[in-house]
C-alpha cells in the first residue's frame, strides 16, 4: 500500500465507501449505454455511422463506454478540474474490461490518438485527462499511440458552458495535423479518445483534420456521453 494511502484513504467519489475511487457498487448503477450514430444521434448497432448519414470527412463511428453521470462523472470531473490523477489508473482499468469486446481493438493496424489539449492547460494541470487510458489500451492490444498527433493551435473557451451551436465555432480552425505523422496516417484506421462526448463538435472537428489528410477511417471513443 503506498504511504499516501494510509494518510489520505481512497474513498469511492459516489458513496464514499473506502478502497477505490469508483466502487462496484456505484459503478453498477449506472444504466448501459446505448450505441448511437455520431452524426444523426439514432441508435446504432456498435457506434457505426449509418450509411445515409456518412459523408467523407464524417465519424465512421462512435462508441461511449458510460453515461455521463453517478461514479463515472464524478471520476471525469476530478480527473479533469480537480487533479486527482491516481483515479486515471482505475479508469484505464475499467476501459479495459470494456475494450476487450470491442471490434475495433482486432485491427493491429488501428491507431490510436487523443483529443489534445492547448500546451498552456496541460502545463498547469500536468497531464491529458485520457493519455493515461490511451497508454494502457495501446500497451494491452499492442497498438501504436501517437499523442502528438494532432495539435491544438488556438487557446480557446472552454466547451463545457457552450451552447451546441457556439462549441461548432469554438472548435473551427483549433486542430492541426502533426506532419511528422501525415504518411503513417494514409489509408489507416485511427480511433480518437476523448473523456465526454457533448455535441460531438470537438471529435467531429478532430476527424476532419485526420481525414482531410489521408486517413482511411476515424471512430472516436468516448468514457461518457
Same mark, same amino acid.
Given at each position: 500500500?503506498?504511504?499516501?494511502? $494510509?494518510?489520505?484513504?481512497?474513498?469511492? +467519489?459516489?458513496?464514499?465507501?473506502?478502497?477505490?475511487?469508483?466502487?462496484?457498487?456505484?459503478? #453498477? %448503477? &449506472?444504466?448501459?449505454?446505448?450505441?448511437?450514430?455520431?452524426?444523426?444521434?439514432?441508435?446504432?448497432?456498435?457506434?457505426?455511422?449509418?450509411?445515409?448519414?456518412?459523408?467523407?470527412?464524417?465519424?465512421? !463511428? +462512435?462508441?461511449? &463506454?458510460? /453515461?455521463? @453521470?453517478?461514479?463515472?462523472?464524478?471520476?471525469?470531473?476530478?480527473? %479533469?478540474?480537480?487533479?486527482?490523477? =491516481?483515479?486515471?489508473? =482505475?479508469?484505464?482499468?475499467?476501459?479495459?474490461?470494456?475494450?476487450?469486446?470491442?471490434?475495433?481493438? !482486432?485491427?493491429?493496424?488501428?491507431?490510436?490518438?487523443?483529443?489534445?489539449?492547448?500546451?498552456?492547460?496541460?502545463?498547469?494541470?500536468?497531464? #491529458?485527462?485520457?493519455?493515461?487510458?490511451?497508454?494502457?489500451?495501446?500497451? @494491452?492490444?499492442?497498438?501504436?499511440?501517437? /499523442?502528438? $498527433?494532432?495539435?491544438? *493551435?488556438? $487557446?480557446?473557451?472552454?466547451?463545457?458552458?457552450?451552447?451546441? =451551436?457556439?462549441?461548432?465555432? #469554438?472548435?473551427?480552425?483549433?486542430?492541426?495535423? *502533426? +506532419?511528422?505523422? @501525415?504518411?503513417?496516417?494514409?489509408?489507416?484506421?485511427?480511433?480518437?479518445?476523448?473523456?465526454?462526448?457533448?455535441?460531438?463538435?470537438?471529435?467531429? =472537428?478532430?476527424?476532419?483534420?485526420?481525414?482531410? *489528410?489521408?486517413?482511411?477511417?476515424?471512430?472516436?471513443?468516448?468514457?461518457?456521453?
Amino acid at each position: 500500500m503506498d504511504i499516501l494511502d $494510509l494518510i489520505f484513504p481512497k474513498q469511492c +467519489l459516489e458513496c464514499k465507501k473506502r478502497g477505490e475511487y469508483i466502487c462496484e457498487t456505484c459503478l #453498477n %448503477k &449506472l444504466p448501459s449505454i446505448k450505441q448511437t450514430c455520431p452524426v444523426c444521434q439514432r441508435a446504432s448497432i456498435d457506434g457505426f455511422t449509418h450509411p445515409k448519414c456518412l459523408k467523407s470527412q464524417s465519424l465512421d !463511428g +462512435l462508441m461511449a &463506454l458510460w /453515461p455521463y @453521470r453517478g461514479v463515472i462523472r464524478r471520476a471525469i470531473i476530478s480527473l %479533469k478540474y480537480k487533479y486527482v490523477r =491516481e483515479i486515471s489508473n =482505475e479508469l484505464s482499468t475499467l476501459v479495459l474490461r470494456k475494450a476487450k469486446d470491442m471490434f475495433i481493438f !482486432g485491427d493491429k493496424d488501428l491507431i490510436l490518438t487523443t483529443v489534445p489539449i492547448f500546451w498552456i492547460r496541460k502545463n498547469i494541470r500536468g497531464y #491529458n485527462q485520457v493519455d493515461g487510458v490511451a497508454e494502457t489500451l495501446a500497451e @494491452r492490444f499492442s497498438l501504436n499511440f501517437y /499523442p502528438d $498527433l494532432i495539435k491544438r *493551435n488556438k $487557446l480557446k473557451d472552454p466547451q463545457v458552458k457552450l451552447s451546441k =451551436e457556439e462549441r461548432t465555432k #469554438n472548435v473551427q480552425g483549433v486542430f492541426l495535423l *502533426n +506532419l511528422k505523422y @501525415r504518411s503513417l496516417i494514409i489509408n489507416h484506421k485511427i480511433l480518437i479518445i476523448d473523456d465526454v462526448y457533448t455535441t460531438g463538435s470537438t471529435l467531429k =472537428e478532430t476527424g476532419k483534420v485526420l481525414k482531410r *489528410n489521408g486517413a482511411k477511417e476515424v471512430w472516436g471513443l468516448v468514457l461518457a456521453k
